[in-house]
Each structure stands twice: as structure tokens, then as C-alpha cells.
């Protein structure tokens, strides 16, 4: 049976939003997408950019995958498909998109897994392949010294730095942001706090993007 939480969900929708947005559902079904933000986010369902960032129908452009990762440019691999590389190329070249965030966050599973070295879920193993592009964050960060969280912390961090410098690896996205027509952004949220950080690009620190007096 069709889980109730989403039938029930749905009628709550087509009673509520859906009828004081109806003329914007309208006008969108008849005029296409122009979202002018990428949000790069990661399938933690804690961590949802529509609610994070109180967004509506047509604003944002969302792709969410394990641990926010970007994969470095590589149109001539014939390996594997490119979901994630797919969904930004079409933001970026199809939907002229001013900005993009990548949108990190606290208690990250796959990060997790990659730091505890964690066993395979199933033969193929999908997530250690996956999270295997992360290894170039790793380095230097010793997995087995100091604070077990703070570590996790600084590795959730340095991810986010990581699919911004992989972003750059795109021609087209290197191109607009040389020209200033296009914008990264890294940011990060706590889940617990509801804190959300912003990456200076200058120092790469993250600090809140509101003063909130709350600073974890």
C-alpha cells in the first residue's frame, strides 16, 4: 500500500498550498523553470533546502546526493553515469543559474562512514566508491588523533570545500565565475542548532550567516 504519511500529506497539500499558490503552479507549468539558485545538498532527510531555506515552487534548483559531494569534470569517462554532473551541467548551461551553494551539514552518515572506514553495505559496495572522492579532504586530517567529532566536524567542512574546488573543474561554471556572472557559495547547517554557516571565500572560514548567539 502507498505509504498513509504521503497520501495524507498530499491532501494536505491540495487543501493548503496548492490552493493560495494555485495561479504560480499555473503560471510555471505554462512558462518552464527560472530558478536563479543551484543548491547542492545531500540526501540526509534532516537536511531538506526547501525548508532550510523557506522556498517555494520554482525557486531553487536541487540536487541532493550522498554527503553534498561534487565529482570533478570528466566527459570523457565511459565508466559510470553522471547524475550529479548532469543536474549541474543543465543548472548551469540550460537554466543560466546566478549561484550555487553547496549545502554541507552536521551528523553527515556517508561522511561518517568514509571516516570509520566502515564495511561495504552490499557487494557493490556504492557508497565506499562514492565516498572514496573525498580522499583528497582526508588528507592531513588524522583520523585516529583528537576529538572524534571535532575531526567528523573539520571533514564535513573540508567536503564542502572540495565540491567547490571540483566545481571549478567545470569550463562552463569557471567561465561565468571568471566573468562574474555566476556565484559559489559553501555553506553548512547544524542540525541540532538550525545554525547555518556560511564560507568566507577569502579566509575559508565558516561563520553564521545571522547572529543568532548561538555558535555550534
Not at 63 to 69: D, I, K
Not at 126 to 151: H, T, V
Request: with cysteine; net charge negative.
Amino acid at each position: 500500500m502507498f505509504p498513509k504519511r504521503l497520501s495524507e500529506g498530499y491532501q494536505s497539500f491540495l487543501d493548503g498550498r496548492f490552493q493560495t499558490e494555485s495561479s504560480r503552479y499555473q503560471k510555471l507549468a505554462e512558462i518552464g523553470q527560472s530558478p536563479e539558485i543551484l543548491i547542492i545538498g545531500c540526501c540526509d532527510s534532516r537536511v531538506s533546502p526547501e525548508v532550510i531555506f523557506d522556498a517555494g515552487p520554482g525557486e531553487m534548483f536541487v540536487v541532493r546526493n550522498v554527503a553534498n559531494l561534487v565529482p570533478p569534470c570528466d566527459p570523457d569517462s565511459e565508466s559510470s553515469y553522471h547524475g550529479t554532473s548532469a543536474a549541474i551541467e543543465f543548472a548551469v548551461n540550460g537554466l543560466n543559474v546566478k549561484h550555487i551553494v553547496v549545502l554541507g551539514h552536521a551528523s553527515c552518515g556517508g561522511i561518517r562512514f568514509f571516516f570509520d572506514d566502515a564495511k561495504p553495505l552490499t557487494k557493490g559496495d556504492f557508497i565506499g566508491k562514492w565516498m572514496s572522492q573525498i580522499e583528497p579532504a582526508a588528507e592531513g586530517l588524522d583520523r585516529g588523533a583528537g576529538d572524534r567529532e571535532a575531526n567528523l566536524k573539520r571533514l564535513e567542512l573540508a567536503t564542502v570545500e572540495h565540491s567547490l574546488n571540483n566545481l571549478m573543474t567545470f569550463p562552463s561554471i569557471r567561465r561565468r565565475v571568471e566573468k562574474g556572472e555566476l556565484e559559489l557559495h559553501g555553506t553548512y547547517f547544524g542540525v541540532a542548532t538550525g545554525v547555518l554557516f556560511l564560507r568566507d571565500p577569502e579566509s575559508g572560514e565558516f561563520n553564521p550567516c545571522l547572529e543568532t548567539g548561538v555558535t555550534e
